[in-house]
């Protein structure tokens, strides 16, 4: 149990147009998803906390209008990446958390490259 | 401050070795600390610990959680050349704030 899918696993877009990834809890719900990202050799940097049904919460410095997150149902969120550049390439990890103690699940990750 | 420390950054073994990653936390709202190993893509959940000496076992690794001295152990015995990978410590805050807060890994690698 606990697996949690992300699609799609890997993208290569051009500078200026908006990638949709989807983050998907397979066999649980989850009211609370998380969206990260992680340069090379570097650790998970939380970009925002995704709750079902209601706005997202950012993390500082996290830009709201360029990560546009929806979690409309118990099962799926989406982090939409809206005018791509190039600094914007890195791996997006999201998680879905689950238990009485918060358990956190990871996709397999997303990544993409901005040209 | 809710900070997590991991030591060390970087080791490296010769498989049969036994190695033992350490990852210390602030006090501060701690509910549970997590393990991850993470290699080539996300991490994987390995153990979660939230009550002080009772130790978690999964075939060769094992995990356990002083709160008394804010620190847990990952024991990884007979080391194997795929346990090489990125171990993550993650500390998960009490109340409603559900953020894990990570601590920046120890990268195994185990040498054949």
């Known amino acids: 149990g606990a697996v949690v899918s992300q699609h799609p696993s890997w993208v290569i877009c051009k500078s200026g147009t908006s990638v949709k990834i989807e983050c998907r809890s397979l066999d649980f719900q989850a009211t609370t998803m998380f969206w990260y990202r992680q340069f090379p050799k570097q650790s998970l940097m939380l970009m925002a906390t995704s709750n079902e049904g209601s706005k997202a919460t950012y993390e500082q410095g996290v830009e709201k209008d360029k990560f546009l997150i929806n979690h409309?149902?118990?099962?799926?969120?989406?982090?939409?990446?809206?005018?791509?550049?190039?600094?914007?390439?890195?791996?997006?990890?999201?998680?879905?958390?689950?238990?009485?103690?918060?358990?956190?699940?990871?996709?397999?990750?997303?990544?993409?490259?901005?040209? | 401050e809710d900070k997590v420390v991991q030591s060390p950054l970087s080791l490296v073994v010769h498989e049969g070795d036994t190695v033992t990653l350490n990852c210390s936390y602030e006090v501060t709202n701690f509910r549970s600390l997590l393990w991850y190993k993470q290699?080539?893509?996300?991490?994987?959940?390995?153990?979660?610990?939230?009550?002080?000496?009772?130790?978690?076992?999964?075939?060769?690794?094992?995990?356990?959680?002083?709160?008394?001295?804010?620190?847990?152990?990952?024991?990884?015995?007979?080391?194997?050349?795929?346990?090489?990978a990125v171990y993550l410590c993650a500390r998960l805050n009490a109340g409603n704030n559900r953020k894990l807060i990570w601590g920046l890994g120890t990268s195994l690698a185990v040498n054949p």
């Open chain 1, 72 to 115: 409309a149902s118990l099962t799926l969120s989406t982090l939409t990446v809206t005018s791509a550049h190039p600094e914007d390439s890195s791996f997006y990890i999201c998680s879905a958390q689950r238990g009485a103690y918060n358990e956190q699940f990871f996709g397999p990750g997303t990544r993409l490259t901005v040209l």
């Open chain 2, 39 to 84: 290699e080539k893509k996300a991490p994987t959940f390995l153990f979660m610990l939230t009550s002080s000496g009772i130790e978690k076992k999964s075939g060769r690794l094992s995990s356990i959680l002083d709160k008394k001295e804010l620190f847990s152990i990952l024991n990884i015995t007979a080391t194997q050349t795929g346990d090489s």
